[in-house]
Nanobody, 121 residues
Framework: QVQLVESGGGLVQAGGSLRLSCAAS????????MGWFRQAPGKEREFVAA????????YYADSVKGRFTISRDNAKNTVYLQMNSLKPEDTAVYYC??????????????WGQGTQVTVSS
């Protein structure tokens, strides 16, 4: 049974930082690309960042480029999202996903339950 468990969300002031983690189990982690998506109230889930199986390739949404960094530790079966210079518009539930190939699309094979990030102005 595949499980993706996000953690690290919370309330932070604008300009602050958070580091999200997503721990994976029940799959061979190193054979999956990983992604972070977010969904704000009343909006569709949107792509944030993705990383290839080896970690060599990364993709970012234009809205977070230069502020967020995705990374992974295949020995710990964990993917991270370092979020700096947070803005109120970054407020959303953040989800991690696992997919055979790196992708910006929402068609990932597996999803976590999400972690809330709230940025106050």
């Amino acid at each position: 049974q595949v499980q993706l468990v996000e953690s690290g969300g919370g309330l932070v002031q604008a300009g602050g930082s958070l580091r999200l983690s997503c721990a994976a189990s029940g799959l061979t982690f190193s054979t999956y690309a990983m992604g972070w998506f977010r969904q704000a109230p009343g909006k569709e889930r949107e792509f944030v960042a993705a990383i290839s199986r080896s970690g060599v390739s990364t993709y970012y949404a234009d809205s977070v480029k230069g502020r967020f960094t995705i990374s992974r530790d295949n020995a710990k079966n964990t993917v991270y999202l370092q979020m700096n210079s947070l803005k109120p518009e970054d407020t959303a539930v953040y989800y991690c996903g696992a997919n055979p190939g790196i992708s910006r699309a929402r068609t990932y094979d597996y999803w976590g339950q999400g972690t809330q990030v709230t940025v106050s102005s």
